[in-house]
């Protein structure tokens, strides 16, 4: 008779008369499936058995630290050396140069460098709050790794986030003046000022 | 509970709560590495900051999530022998022999085993848990009678809600087999 998880617990921890304990082997030994449940009962008991070392709390939160304020991304938007784009004159584009102001229609923006090609509309209202939708295109391979919005007046990093493998990204904001930066590789691409609101 | 994608896509924008809930993950299994290894207290300690630091400058590199453990225990295991050769000692000073014949692969598998598992124990949470430890986790197990006391269980019945628990948790380990 097969053994039941009940019987293969109480194998492996002992508990057995030895002629059922033998039965239990014999029955491994017959049956690959029962041996691998005996294993897998054997090696998780084992496991649980090992209570490994913690790090003291002190460690574990200089290891939260690690991420900072908005996040390595953030130090990293701050710091990098910027190639800045140029603005792309569209046909739908109703306002130019800096950016989207005013209004309550969604406004369209595109921005090209050497690396990549940006794309921007920008949608919403002072009550709402406004959203960037977009994709950046790469010109080469570059992986899109991170968009951030940079806001003009502290230079704070106020939103980042990751686009998805498209390079298509949402970001949300409220009003006020922003550069939009995007990290392609070890590159970052800055686009003409946006005024939002 | 988040998956290790959530947590790293979250982590990426800069989710401090998300980044938490990943040192937290996986701190056992980071500090784990280093102390197989027999580094010294302050070793494990510098070789766990280091982890969660190359964490950091890698989250979006790291494209598939199922192989963060791998990716924690590979840079745990090269910072331990940084921190080895950086500090004049150049081998481990353990003395279980068992462990240090033991190869990068099969430490690596022990020690992602012990995590699942431990993790599956947390996950379980409640008087599962509790007796869990009890049993198996506390030297020395505390006698039935503790038991019984402390989880308000009868005698009798912690064996059959043991292998309840028991069951709960090996489905909990196979459901986070990769």
Known sequence: ?197 | METDDTLIRQAMNGDQAAWNGLVHRYRRLVYSVPCSIGLPPEGCDDVFQAVYLALVRNLTTIRECKSLPKWLITTANRESWRWLRRNGTPTPVHTDSQRQSESPADMAERLELQHRVHQALEELGGRCEKLLRMLFVDHPSPPYAAISQVLGIPIGSIGPTRNRCLEKLLHLVDKDDP
């Open chain 1, 1 to 197: 008779m097969n053994p039941t998880i009940d019987e293969i617990i109480a194998f492996e921890l002992g508990e057995l008369g030895p002629e059922r304990a033998l039965e239990i082997r014999n029955a491994a030994a017959a049956s690959a499936s029962q041996q691998t449940m005996l294993d897998r009962v054997s090696r998780c008991l084992g496991a649980l058995r090992v209570e490994a070392r913690k790090p003291s709390e002190v460690v574990i939160k200089a290891a939260y630290a690690a991420l900072g304020p908005l996040g390595w991304w953030g130090k990293w938007f701050a710091n990098a050396k910027r190639t800045v784009a140029t603005l792309i004159p569209l046909a739908d584009m109703v306002r130019p140069a800096l950016g989207l102001r005013g209004g309550s229609e969604p406004c369209h923006l595109a921005f090209t460098s050497s690396i990549a090609e940006v794309d921007i509309r920008v949608e919403g209202s002072d009550r709402d709050g406004w959203t960037l939708r977009g994709q950046v295109d790469p010109a080469s391979e570059g992986q899109v790794a991170a968009i951030g919005l940079v806001r003009h007046d502290d230079g704070e990093v106020v939103a980042l986030m990751t686009p998805d493998a498209r390079g298509r990204f949402t970001v949300e904001c409220n009003r006020g003046s922003f550069d939009l930066l995007a990290r392609v590789g070890d590159d970052c691409i800055v686009g003409p000022g946006i005024v939002v609101g």
